[in-house]
């Protein structure tokens, strides 16, 4: 899948693509390469991204709940001051 | 039309309402859940059979009517010269004794009227009446305690529900799986799970005894 | 500095939970034969397919197979080709009785290089004799030369099949759990603190110290989901009593807060919170040993006939990293219980100032 991205990315010729392209590949080949898996075989590595990803959500989440709390705090003090 | 009109701004102010005190929803909502759930562990159970299940969720209905109102207090003199004279203590004390009787009395009563429409598969007579006891010291115990949490709320029929229901499954698990060594004809292993049914009644009452006081204080 | 030395401590357990977790290779393992079904008395090739092999380099030929009838009897392999990078043709001459008292049944394979060390794989060859003679069988099994099983010095961690690569997830989401575990601990000794000594800011601390094990343990269940998915091919399943008890617990604790928000007065709402989740925290912990007494079986590991955690299935490489990961995660747990804490207690002293 990687390849076709890559070959997508030179086609359309936009620099960012490229880049992101290039870098998936040199993580694709460092990371998986060596043991000739890649995400789509059965190694199953894409159930620790997701539960890596799940559990980052739920931090990110209880921080923006945070923020929130403190932005009505902050304008409650303006509002006395 | 306008009638009509009055009748959604009336819906629409109930929802306001309800929407105001969230948590009522919430525990509606988590009402339902938890029913559900304590429902469907004793059907999926393994060990039970139709009527062990059954019997065992009639149980815990019986025993949460009977026991909600102990502590909706009743402020007329005498009781409230009694509360002040006795400890804590002895007032949870004796009101888990009252209520186990009650319990056990109920379950009793429900297992003849049981046997009576769906018939009576125990093979084991004695030991289900054990089991019973327990049983209905376990679910005195913990239901007396919510329903003393539950009391200082304003819905306390909702909590004692999403409050004891989750709290009882350990007993209700241990119940449902002793009744079914009732149901065979041979005495089978029952020594240890009696004594885990006893180990979490006595455990369970010795923080009853100690958390109460502080429940008791208002 | 001086009161942060444990968030640092986090960030670093973390960062080798995750460095570590991600970056050290799986053992090699045998993904199946094919074909996998024999009877005696013949010779046969079958083609193994491993996973995360390379036979092409650095094998050197020292590539052996056998197959294990029993403890005492092994079957090596007569030749052992490399066919590609991942598979291995190997070379067996069946004899016509194997010392088995079984006519049918699936033996186990092991393999072994100097460069990927042994990989084992049970059931995986399926052999049927045509007749029972044990006594027959030993006496004429062929006469072999026992060879020495060669292990590369490496760190790696162990294959199994069905989980592969997310053996991984060992220290990402079962640490959830326990964090959830000491997080609630954590919560009831400031529960106990207020009753002891009523301050408003023991009930803060034992609420938000709730919070987030409230999150940990919905972070536990999405996570669980997800890895349950990929391996037992199911999101949800009730038969699976941890999942009950996990369920429960998130039941108790929801309730925590409800009660919490049905209770107007400030001094009695901290109190009867502080009492329900002593309560719910000893129900808890009856559950956790209640309810895998009365399952028969799980898919998890530790309960029914599986093997415990410490025994087979968490094996010393994985436990470097399983344990820091543990208190990795709970410290994170800690630190953001302490930022919930924080600004409760602001929230309250601004609303204190300005009524």
């Given at each position: ?6 070959t997508f990315a030179s086609k359309v010729g936009n620099p960012k693509i490229i880049?992101?392209a ?60 | ?218 | ?355």
């Amino acid at each position: 899948m990687l390849d076709k991205i890559a070959t997508f990315a030179s086609k359309v010729g936009n620099p960012k693509i490229i880049v992101l392209a290039f870098s998936l590949l040199v993580i694709d080949n460092g990371l998986f390469a060596q043991n000739n898996i890649s995400f789509h075989t059965n190694g199953k590595i894409y159930l620790v991204i997701g539960v890596l990803a799940a559990i980052f959500i739920g931090i990110i989440g209880f921080l923006v709940y945070l923020e929130r709390k403190l932005n009505k705090l902050e304008k409650q003090i303006n509002n006395n001051e | 039309m306008t009638s009509f009109n009055a009748i959604l701004e009336l819906i629409k102010l109930e929802l306001k309402m309800e929407w105001r005190m969230k948590y009522a929803i919430a525990g509606a909502i988590l009402y339902v859940v938890t029913t559900v759930f304590v429902l469907y562990t004793s059907i999926q159970n393994e060990e039970s059979t139709p009527w062990n299940a059954l019997y065992w969720m009639l149980a815990l209905f019986i025993a949460v009517n009977a026991i909600t109102k102990s502590f909706a207090l009743n402020k007329s003199g005498a009781h409230l010269y009694l509360y002040q004279l006795a400890s804590p203590i002895q007032i949870i004390i004796a009101k888990t004794i009252y209520n186990l009787c009650l319990v056990f009395l109920l379950l009793l009563v429900s297992f003849g009227v049981f046997s009576l429409f769906l018939g009576n598969p125990i093979e084991q007579i004695g030991l289900f009446i054990i089991t019973l006891f327990l049983g209905s010291m376990g679910l005195s115990l913990v239901l007396t305690f919510v329903s003393a949490i539950s009391s200082k709320t304003a819905n306390s029929g909702v909590f004692m529900a999403i409050l004891g229901f989750p709290l009882i499954i350990p007993i209700f698990l241990s119940l449902i799986k002793l009744t079914t060594i009732t149901l065979q004809s041979e005495a089978g292993e029952y020594l240890s799970d009696i004594s885990v049914l006893i180990a979490i009644d006595v455990i369970l009452f010795g923080f009853v005894i100690i958390l109460f006081p502080y429940l008791w204080r208002d | 500095m001086k009161n942060h030395w444990w968030k640092i401590l986090a960030v670093l357990l973390l960062l080798y939970a995750i460095i570590m977790g991600l970056f050290v290779p799986l053992k090699s393992g045998i993904l199946g034969l094919t074909p996998r079904e024999f009877k005696t008395d013949q010779k046969i090739t079958t083609h193994v397919k491993t996973y995360n092999t390379d036979f092409t380099k650095g094998v050197d030929g020292s590539s052996i197979a056998y197959i294990k009838i029993n403890d005492k009897f092994k079957l090596y392999a007569d030749l052992v080709k490399v066919v590609d990078k991942n598979t291995l043709a190997l070379d067996f001459t069946l004899p016509a009785l194997l010392p088995s008292i079984q006519k049918k049944w699936p033996y186990t394979i092991v393999v072994n290089d100097k460069k990927h060390g042994a990989f084992v794989r049970p059931d995986a060859i399926v052999l049927e004799q045509a007749a029972l003679n044990l006594d027959a069988a030993i006496s004429n099994w062929p006469k072999q030369i026992e060879k020495q099983l060669l292990f590369p010095d490496e760190l790696n961690f162990p294959f199994r099949p069905i989980l592969y690569e997310s053996i991984r997830n060992t220290f990402y989401h079962v640490p959830l759990w326990f964090g959830m575990v000491f997080l609630l601990f954590g919560s009831v000794i400031y529960s106990i603190k207020y009753l002891r000594k009523p301050n408003h800011n023991f009930d803060y601390r034992a609420k938000s110290l709730t919070s987030i094990a409230v999150l940990y343990g919905m972070l536990g269940c999405v996570t669980g989901a997800i890895w349950a998915k990929g391996t037992w091919g199911t999101w949800w399943t009730f038969e699976e009593i941890k999942l009950n008890v996990s369920a429960v617990a998130m039941l108790i604790y929801i309730a925590y807060f409800i009660l919490r928000s049905a209770l107007v007065d400030e001094e009695q709402r901290a109190r009867v919170s502080a009492v329900y989740s002593i309560f719910a925290f000893v129900a808890v912990v009856l559950l956790l040993f209640v309810v895998p007494r009365i399952a028969t079986n799980s898919l998890h590991p530790g309960n029914g006939g599986n093997p415990g955690f410490g025994g087979e299935d968490l094996d010393n490489t994985l436990r470097m990293v399983f344990y820091p990961a543990i208190i990795g995660w709970a410290l994170l747990g800690f630190w953001l219980g302490q930022l919930h804490y924080r600004y409760s207690i602001l929230a309250e002293r601004l609303n204190d100032e300005f009524e």
